[in-house]
Nanobody, 126 residues
């Protein structure tokens, strides 16, 4: 049974930084991708960033390009999200998601991912 566990959320002032981590257990991912989505109150779940488990391909939402950086540690089955220059509009619950197979054309869609974490709250105050 695959489990994804996020950590690292919290409260930060605008302009600050946070680092989220997601640890996958239950299987070792060697293909597919892992992604971060976020959901603010009253809004739909939104794609943030994804990274393939093999190679170096990453995919960012325009809203976070240049501010957020995703990285992975295959040996630890872990993906990290470094978030810098945070803005109040980044406030949301952040979810880690994983898929064992991936197509680039669908990498931003929540339905692509079979496994989800429980979410971690990120709050950015102005």
């Amino acid at each position: 049974q695959v489990q994804l566990v996020e950590s690292g959320g919290g409260l930060v002032q605008a302009g600050g930084s946070l680092r989220l981590s997601c640890v996958a257990s239950g299987r070792t991912f060697s293909s597919g991708a892992m992604a971060w989505f976020r959901q603010a109150p009253g809004k739909e779940r939104e794609f943030v960033v994804a990274i393939k488990w093999s190679g170096s391909s990453t995919y960012y939402a325009d809203s976070v390009k240049g501010r957020f950086t995703i990285s992975r540690d295959n040996a630890k089955n872990t993906v990290n999200l470094q978030m810098n220059s945070l803005k109040p509009e980044d406030t949301a619950v952040y979810y880690c998601a994983a898929s064992e197979t991936i197509r680039v054309v669908t990498i931003t869609r929540p339905g692509t991912y079979a496994y989800w974490g429980q979410g971690t709250q990120v709050t950015v105050s102005s």
